[in-house]
Structures are given as C-alpha cells and as structure tokens.
C-alpha cells in the first residue's frame, strides 16, 4: 500500500513539472513572437519611408534621417562646376585628407596622441601653425564661427602639403566692434594677449619653436602685427611670424573670372563660397540678403582721422557685400590659394634658421647698444 501511494506521488509530480515547461516554453515563444513583430513592423516603418532619428555628432541634438527606400529627393550642393570638392571633417570643419604619407601621423595637434606628438615636432622641424579666427556674427546665413573655419581649411590644406604640426582652433581675438550682435565673444585685451603669449611659451616648451599665426579675421590684423613686433622686447627661445598672403597672379586670374558680386567684404561672396566649399550644410541660402550689407556712410564726412567707431557707423549690420552666389570653385580657389602659399612659408621655416639668427643678433646688439 505504502509503495502504491508513493508511485502515484511521484506520477503527479511528474505531471506537474511538464505543465511548468510547457507553460514556460509558451511564454518563450511568446516573447520570441512579440520581438519578431517589433522587428517587422520597424523594418515595416524604415521601408515605408518613415523617418528614424539619430543623434547629430556635431550639435548632439537629433536629426531625422529619411528612408532613401522611400525615395524622398535629398538636395546635395551643386557640383555642375566641375570643382574638386572633399567631404568635410565633423571635428574641425575643414576637409581633410588622410595623414600626410611621409609623416603618417596627423597633422592636427587635439588627433595626436602623446607618442605621435614627439615624432611631430621632429617631423615639422619646430614647426607649428595657429589657425586663428573669432566668434562672431556674419550676416544671416554664415555661422559664428565662419573665420575659424576657414582659417583651419587653409592651414590644414597647407600642412598635408608640407608637413607642419596645426594647433587647434584659436578663437580668441580683437572683435568689440561686433559686441551689438547676438553671439558675439569679445575678450579683454589682457586676456587676449596672455593667452596668445602664453600659448606660444607653452607650444616652444614643448618643442615647437617656429610658430606661425595664420589670421582668418579681419579684426585682429593690427593685434597680431603689434604681437609679432613686441617679440623683439624681451630674449626668447622661440620666434613668432605672420603670414601675409601675396598675389598670384594665375589663382587671382580665376577668381576675378568667378566672382560676381560689386561689393564683397565681410560675409560677402568670397566668405560665402569658401564656407560653402567648406561645410555647405552651415551655409544658410534662404537667409542670405535679409540685411543689408551696403556701407551707410555715417562717419563720411569726418576727415582725416580713425575712430573705433568707425566699423560700426558704415556696417551696423556686421554684414559688408552684396551676396549673389554660393560658388564652390570661388570657395575652393581661395582656400587653395592661402594653403600653397602657406606651405612656402612653412618650407622655408623648417629649412631656414635664419629668422632665429637675426633675433639673436639684435638681442644681443639691444643688451648694449653703445658697444
């Protein structure tokens, strides 16, 4: 009897646990059935032409990308020109090709890693170039940061041809004559020319002792002249030049032909097209004209003399041209122009130690001038 009741124990014993692993088979099926359909129905969806959003690396906000299945017309910037165009860099706003061959390292100081670092002060000779721009309004339809992307494009398309080391985007300038308009960042003058001194102490400690600064605004012209000159007030180890692009006359030839605007300055036609060669998805076309760009002459009949004001009382819009098209051969053309040009002087710097001599010579002359 005993031995009966224990057999038909371990009857519904087995029965139960058959019940358990059909009921959990069931749910896995489920479960398996229910992620298929989300499956389906997002392929459903994305062939369907629906939009999924991805994050946007650059702004981190999210963009919405439309199903090419769908067949939906993406509107891409106009190559019928003929121009020989590269894809943008997302991190600095320049196109840039890969890693010079011969140095097979980056050019870009923020891409190098510490052990690339030292075999790039070796490879550029000392050499460093600061990109130099603002942030600033330019007109309606170009981004505050226009000139730090142009200056970039050039400097970068300068050292893919002669190898330098290029620091990364310098924003800080002369620009109070912009202070009226929204986005505008102006810094103190000490501010301005600590950070620039000490910039150029800290790249020579670090074995970059032929600096060059490459001005993409108009603003810190003066600035940077006067910098340059203050080198020659105390002994240093390290030298300080500016570029100071010249004619030539083939490349100036092109672009006169290209070019169609009567008034071109500040975001006029040459900004516009370079930064529609650049980044032509920053270049907004449907907001180009909404001001005016022409000189109001307010201080015209002042004679004689320069005020601070000045700027101000002929383009209170911080607009100067008659923008009439977005060309990206114009764009390209003058962005190539300043790069081979810049290469020069960056051959020249890494070949050359005369620049160098002639400090010590006047150093040594200034020590005691009646000797």
């Not at 924003?171 to 950070?195: C, R």
């Amino acid at each position: 009897m005993k031995r009966n009741i224990a057999l038909f124990a371990m009857m519904l014993f087995a029965v139960a646990l058959v019940g358990q692993k059909q009921q959990r088979s069931a749910g896995v099926l489920a479960q398996q059935s229910a992620v298929s359909a989300g499956v389906l129905a997002q392929q459903s969806a994305v062939s369907a032409g629906a939009s999924v959003q991805q994050p946007d690396d650059r702004a981190g906000v999210p963009v919405q990308q439309s199903a090419v299945s769908s067949g939906a017309s993406v509107q891409q910037p106009d190559d019928s020109a003929g121009a020989s165009v590269q894809q943008p860099d997302d991190r600095a706003g320049v196109s840039v090709q890969q890693p010079d061959g011969k140095a097979g390292i980056p050019c870009q100081m923020e891409e190098l890693t510490s052990p690339q670092f030292a075999k790039a002060v070796e490879l550029s000779g000392g050499v460093c170039v600061i990109p130099i721009g603002i942030i600033e309004k330019h007109a309606t339809h170009l981004p505050l940061g226009t000139d730090l992307y142009e200056a970039r494009a050039s400097v970068v398309m300068a050292a893919q041809k002669e190898y330098a080391v290029v620091f990364p985007p310098y924003f800080v300038g002369q620009i109070f004559e912009a202070k009226h308009q929204p986005g505008t960042i102006a810094y103190s003058n000490d501010l301005m020319w600590k950070m620039l001194e000490e910039t150029c102490q800290e790249l020579s400690r670090n074995g970059l002792k032929k600096i060059i600064l490459f001005n993409g605004h108009g603003g810190s012209t003066y600035f940077l002249n006067y910098f340059c000159q203050s080198q020659l007030a105390t002994r240093k180890d390290y030298i300080v030049v500016l570029f100071q692009g010249g004619p030539d006359e083939a490349m100036d030839q092109q672009i006169k032909n290209l070019k169609k605007a009567k008034l071109d300055g500040h975001a006029g036609e040459e900004e516009t097209s370079m930064m529609y060669f650049i980044r032509p998805d920053l270049v907004d076309t449907e907001a180009m004209g909404m001001e005016s760009g022409l000189n109001q002459g307010r201080l015209d009949l002042m004679p004689h003399a320069f005020a601070g004001i000045n700027w101000y009382a002929r383009y209170p819009n911080h607009f100067a041209g008659d923008v009439l098209q977005t060309n990206r051969d114009l764009g390209e053309l003058l962005v190539s122009r300043d790069a081979v040009q810049l290469a020069e002087l960056i051959r020249y710097l890494k070949s050359s130690n005369r620049v160098e001599e002639l400090h010590n010579e006047f150093y040594l002359r200034a020590e005691d001038p009646l000797k």
